[in-house]
């Protein structure tokens, strides 16, 4: 009756361990695509400066270079906020994962409990089914003794 109820919680834990890994599996792949993203960004913004540096070793008027110089700044903005949400996409797939492998202890907690439980009744089993054997053994015993004449 313990174990059914027992099962029964583990069943539960095991279905919450089950969504938090897929959230964290969602999280850990949002992760990697913020920083895909950050480096596609950090990519750009270097090869556009060097095509520009190439261009402009030819000479710049002033209005292509307020352009380029007003471009690498918004570059620059993108790449910072980017950055900011790789390291907010960190966070969150790391607190999943928290949650993900503290659920997971549970489970296994209430496992070990179950087999020890389990452990314990086959114990008790053994003891009682030794009882009826050296129960029976005595009675055994007693019969003999009393079928035998006296001498």
């Not at 313990?2 to 964290?24: C, G, P, S, T, V």
């Not at 918004?74 to 492998?101: F, N, P, T």
């Not at 997971?104 to 086959?122: C, Y």
């Amino acid at each position: 009756m313990i174990n059914h109820r027992f099962n029964m919680l583990i069943k539960i834990q095991q279905d919450r361990e089950e969504k938090l890994q897929a959230h964290f599996v969602k999280a850990q792949q949002f992760y990697q695509q913020a920083q895909q993203k950050y480096q596609g960004l950090a990519n750009y913004r270097t090869e556009y400066i060097q095509q520009s540096q190439q261009q402009g070793s030819a000479g710049l008027q002033s209005r292509q270079y307020n352009q380029f110089v007003s471009f690498i700044g918004k570059l620059d903005q993108a790449i910072q906020q980017q950055g900011r949400a790789v390291q907010q996409a960190q966070a969150a797939a790391e607190q999943r994962k928290q949650s993900w492998l503290a659920m997971q202890k549970k489970r296994k907690a209430l496992e070990l409990l179950v087999q020890r439980n389990d452990a314990a009744e086959l114990q008790k089993q053994l003891q009682q089914e030794q009882r009826n054997a050296d129960e029976y053994a005595s009675q055994q015993f007693m019969r003999r003794l009393a079928a035998e004449p006296l001498l």
